[in-house]
């Protein structure tokens, strides 16, 4: 008896179609029984047979000794993980006949077993779910824990269940035309708008007026910003609250980004979806695989994981310097591509850097109020740790010194993220309409969408950061005494046209190329 039913497997962040064909031989001796599987099943996938035999077993159905061979089509590609155990479980039992529906091809079935039959949840569900739409498959069935998740897409209906025999009772209930369960549902908008709290807030930041502009400079043009400064001036203070002045996700970048994160597996299941712009901070000893990503089947690592929102990585010089290196790719071109003998895929990796660090090893160069005990030789060792290539790659240098007393202490509370929010919103509904106008364009030309000035291509700097003649000296004047290169002179006119976008102007002035240059001093103070 030949039964087949259908499940999914994710490679990279799209989902493929998986068919599990299920055959069984006559009843036999319980010593000549066999259970394998085929079609390049890994590990867990092969241990499914025990996980799957107890929980048929053990949710009150029979299972008589039999060779039962599980194909896993297309045979050709690696199947790893749990998913596949309930298929597979769904499979046999519609081979022995306990299923009232013989053609289950308009179901999409996944999710791990325990041994008493219930369902746990599996990374990967969203691509999944999307994968069943853009193939007609109008059912989901998944365990309860992913149901949010897949929930938001629209065009399935998703059934959260709990336990094998809660599947075999909807599946029976489609086949006579009725229906115990209705589909979960919900609103990708209200999932958004309601989960738009901050915990942290720029008001409690003393000070620092230099870092705050630099900052919402950064957060209004999509720009890297690089922070040095000794410690306990606040450096760390400030990246916390960068997120609460953030443009919020649309629902394209925030189903975007819950992909990567559920394929990764750190989606929170009471979630469902990413409402806020990601906020990854690695320490300082991860490897160069788990930043880019790695593994025999790849998996994606914390630039695709900071993927729209912001990777920020707290002393700097600390990381490894081949570690560092491998972020050029990433930040110049917004993707990752991981290949391996068994495959290569790309993952999206379009985040802002933030990064901070010390001026030195004691941290105290240039403080007026501790004394370095560093020798130059030292400085130049700890600063070289970074490289001109990916300083070169930053948009926004500044110095963040030491607080005051004064300030430490005064009463009144700074702007709030709320108000500096405001600014960065204004400021993105004009990049926003500037770049509206390239939509059909870009889809043309098979190219990434811009939603920020930051994402400009060379093309497009030259067509929306046109320059006055004396703007245009200014600008020549710094490349020639500072030494600057062609991408400082891309990123300063990037800069520049945020600058003028937060003001609301239509040209960029003389004022916005010198505060854009500004920020483009630190490194030659600092890396001569």
């Known amino acids: ?38 079609g390049l099943p890994d590990a867990a996938v092969r241990e499914s047979r025990d996980r799957v035999r107890a929980a048929i077993k053990n949710s009150g159905f029979d299972l008589p000794p039999t060779r039962i061979t599980i194909n896993l089509a297309p045979a050709d590609l690696k199947k790893e993980g749990s998913g596949f155990d309930l298929p597979i479980a769904i499979g046999i039992l519609g081979a022995y006949g306990s299923l009232q529906m013989k053609e289950l091809s308009d179901f999409l079935l996944v999710g791990e077993l325990g041994l008493e039959g219930n369902l746990r949840a599996v990374p990967g569900v969203l691509p999944m779910a999307v994968m069943a739409r853009e193939l007609g498959i109008r059912n989901v069935i998944l365990p309860e824990a992913n149901a949010r998740e897949a929930a938001v897409v629209d065009g399935v ?76 001036s606040g450096k760390t203070m400030l990246a916390k609250r960068l997120p609460s002045i ?69 002393e700097l010089p600390e990381f490894p310097r081949n570690v560092l290196e491998v972020l050029r790719q990433p930040l110049e071109d917004g993707t990752v591509t991981i290949s391996r003998a068994a495959m290569s895929l790309s993952f999206p990796a379009r985040f802002m850097l933030l990064a901070a660090m010390n001026p030195c090893p004691c941290g105290f160069f240039n403080d007026k109020s501790r004394e370095c005990t560093c020798t130059p030789p030292m400085i130049q060792r700890y600063v070289s ?107 300063i006119l990037k800069t520049a046209r ?19 240059i500004q920020y483009r001093t630190l490194d030659r103070s600092h890396w001569a």
């Open 157 to 232: 209906d998703v059934y959260p269940v709990r336990t094998l025999a809660e599947v075999r009772e909807l599946l029976n209930s489609f086949a006579f035309g009725g229906q115990h369960a209705k589909p979960l549902k919900i609103q990708p908008a209200e999932v958004l708008d309601e989960l738009q709290h901050f915990p942290l807030d720029f008001k409690d930041v003393r000070g620092q007026h230099t870092a705050k502009r630099a900052m919402e400079v950064a957060a209004a043009g999509g720009h890297n910003l690089l922070m040095i400064g000794p410690p306990g």
């Open 385 to 491: 740790k970074v490289s001109g290539p990916l300083l070169d790659r930053i948009d926004i240098h500044i110095e963040v010194p030491a607080v005051q007393y004064k300030e430490l202490r005064q009463g009144s509370e700074g702007e709030t993220s709320a108000q500096i929010r405001d600014r960065v919103l204004a400021a993105r509904e004009r990049q926003a309409a500037r770049f509206g106008k390239l939509g059909d364009q870009q889809t043309t030309k098979r190219h990434r969408p811009v939603y920020s000035n930051a994402q400009m291509s060379s093309q497009q700097i030259r067509v929306f950061c046109e320059l006055s003649s004396d703007a245009e000296r200014l600008l020549e004047r710094a490349m020639q005494q500072q030494g600057l290169s062609a991408r400082a002179h891309d990123r």
């Open 1 to 38: 008896m030949l039964f087949k039913s259908r499940s999914a497997a994710v490679y990279g962040i799209d989902a493929h179609p998986i068919d599990v064909e299920v055959d069984f031989s006559g009843v036999m001796s319980m010593k000549d029984a066999t259970f394998s599987t085929v």
């Open 498 to 516: 945020t600058i003028a976008d937060l003001e609301g102007a239509q040209d960029i002035a003389v004022k916005h190329i010198a505060e854009a």
């Open 246 to 314: 953030l443009a919020p996700l649309t629902f394209n970048e925030a189903l975007e980004t819950t992909k990567i994160h559920s394929v990764a597996g750190v989606l929170e299941p009471s979630e469902g979806l990413v409402a806020h712009r990601p906020f990854r901070s690695p320490h300082h000893t991860i490897s160069d695989a788990g930043l880019i990503g790695g593994g025999m089947v790849p998996r994606p690592g914390e630039v695709s994981l900071a993927h729209n929102g912001l990777l920020f990585l707290d």
